[in-house]
């Protein structure tokens, strides 16, 4: 639990808005969980519903909520957008990871500023691979299942910093999703060729 306090007080500290979460899990049972204002007493007394159960667990997970952070948050879902996120998006800038069983951490989350104040998420043309996110809330502490095998994975921070703006995002975005696209290309197997 003083891990999870921890956490949240350095985040909130530095600015940054959280979200107490059910334990292993994206989400809590608060029907505001986009709009309240938590705070660390939320964390140690979660609010219950009309049954008198918690809306979040006490030693769950913990989420970022973008908007309230003026965040942009760059989301790899999975391995080959891992790699070339990587090469093309700047890492100078606050990131996240997932620990794999193996102990390899892999950079699945890339923070910039929002200072454009975008409002609304942008659709990709693939955004099974790669997520441009202004709103709702990433998970950040805690644990999440990965979505291609299953594995319960830990995030954890790599590059602790604050985030950057980058005018370059949208341009490095469009070539990593060409350097996706050129390698399935290059790599489908297409029956009788």
């Not at 334990?23 to 505001?32: F, M, T």
């Not at 800038?93 to 923070?111: A, M």
Request: cysteine-free; charged content about 30%.
């Amino acid at each position: 639990m003083q891990d999870q306090i921890l956490h949240a007080k350095t985040l909130m500290e530095k600015g940054f808005a959280i979200i107490p979460l059910y334990k292993d899990s994206k989400a809590n049972g608060d029907k505001e969980i986009i709009t309240r204002d938590y705070t660390l007493a939320h964390l140690q007394k979660p609010l219950n519903n009309h049954k008198g159960e918690p809306l979040w667990h006490t030693d769950g997970n913990q989420g970022l909520n973008l908007e309230k952070s003026g965040l942009k948050d760059i989301d790899l879902e999975n391995f080959w957008s891992i790699m070339f996120g990587e090469l093309w998006l700047d890492s100078n800038t606050l990131t996240l990871g997932r620990e794999r069983p193996d102990g390899t951490i892999q950079v699945t989350h890339y923070f910039y500023q929002n200072e454009d104040n975008l409002e609304e998420d942008i659709k990709l043309q693939d955004n099974k691979s790669v997520e441009y996110r202004v709103k709702g809330q990433t998970v950040v502490y805690g644990r999440t299942k990965d979505k291609e095998n299953g594995e319960m994975l830990t995030r954890t921070w790599v590059n602790v910093k604050m985030p950057i703006v980058d005018k370059d995002l949208e341009k490095n975005i469009e070539r990593l999703l060409l350097r996706l696209l050129l390698h399935l290309m290059l790599n489908l197997q297409i029956p009788g060729l």
